[in-house]
């Protein structure tokens, strides 16, 4: 299967229904007033909620160091990059806003001392440069000023949210492939959760990375060929699905879903993150059946780089044995 294959014969429909009893389930689990759920249970649970200790909550040295941290986040554990770009903000003293003045080599060689590995696929060290340059040339060098009401604003329309992903889109990487809001979400989420742009909660789209898009897959989406519905136990006849396809997709029935429900984004954002990262990561049936709440029919394969997703392949194994196997990024989910 080619890394760009999409079954053309398929149609895909966002069921809003069953996407509100998913996010109804997540956010038992998360906030379940006897006992919490799953990966719901750890302290700290998300990174990107972490200030690093040398940097004032909600200032522009904090914008900073979100702006950035959001743009690297791409194929490396969340855990890892934000530890890393923690240890960033400390050995530049919490001044981020010169990146685009060291050379190329010396900011690849600043972030891989951090403990950020990932510094050739894509181009990040040439994306922080670049888009340190437009921040100050279009921004005064702070992320803030995209939004320019942020300070005064008491009320704001959607038209101004969307201008706002506009811009972000204009910076390199902030956006997935070309298309939807992609990680300007991830960056927009954060700035509202520290309340530095007043955007209703309800109102921001959720990033749709490849843990949602795999969620969304098996629990909220429609699959039709000949406008027949393809029932579950027939996903596999679908030979393959695109990211591209179907991130815009996801992306728009959640925000419908958030705006309608008056559901906060930020934290839909977060739990649907912890659960992909915690529980379905560990692609082990009986983690899911022992921590989740949610039923999944399966958890579709995908290639590498979760750009093509194949539907009925369920990806996951059992192992009569209940206990896994910490490792780095990972967390014990069940009692010794």
């Known amino acids: 299967m080619g890394k760009y294959s999409h079954d053309s ?3 895909v429909f966002f069921n809003s229904r069953r996407a509100k009893k998913l996010v109804d389930i997540v956010f038992t689990m998360a ?6 759920k799953g990966p719901f249970q750890r302290e700290n649970l998300y990174p990107d909620a972490v200030v690093p200790e040398s940097l004032e909550q909600g200032s522009k040295e904090h914008s900073l160091y979100l702006f950035y941290s959001c743009l690297l986040d791409s194929m490396t554990q969340a855990n890892t990059l934000y530890k890393a770009m923690r240890k960033l903000a400390e050995d530049l003293n919490g001044d981020l806003s010169d990146l685009s003045k060291l050379g190329e080599s010396e900011l690849e060689s600043l972030l891989q001392r951090s403990g950020f590995t990932n510094t050739r696929l894509g181009n990040p060290v040439g994306a922080v440069q670049s888009n340190s340059r437009r921040l100050e040339r279009l921004y005064k060098g702070d992320p803030r000023n995209i939004y320019p009401r942020y300070k005064t604003a008491r009320r704001v ?13 204009d910076f390199k ?18 700035l509202v959760r520290f309340g530095i742009w007043p955007f209703p909660e309800h109102r921001i789209p959720v990033k749709a990375d490849r843990h949602l898009i795999r969620i969304a ?8 060929m000949g406008g027949t519905k393809v029932h579950p136990e027939h996903h596999s006849e679908i030979t393959g699905l695109n990211s591209d396809r179907l991130v815009p997709i996801v992306t728009k029935g959640f925000l419908d879903l958030t705006k309608r429900h008056q559901i906060s984004a930020v934290e839909l954002d977060d739990f649907l993150w912890a659960l992909g990262s915690y529980l379905c990561s560990q692609n082990k049936i009986p983690v899911c059946q022992n921590n989740c709440e949610v039923d999944c029919d399966y958890r579709p394969k995908s290639d590498r780089t979760g750009t093509v997703f194949y539907p009925g392949n369920d990806s996951r194994v059992y192992f009569k044995r209940q206990q896994f196997q910490e490792s780095p990024g990972q967390m014990r989910l069940f009692n010794s």
């Open 173 to 190: 990487q902030m956006r997935y492939m070309g298309i939807g809001v992609g990680k300007a979400a991830l960056f927009v989420k954060n």
């Open 9 to 11: 014969r398929v149609d």
């Open 157 to 169: 329309s959607d038209r101004e949210i969307d201008d706002v992903f506009q811009k972000l889109g």
């Open 31 to 36: 906030k379940g007033r006897t006992e919490k």
């Open 217 to 224: 897959i098996s629990n909220c989406l429609d699959f039709y």
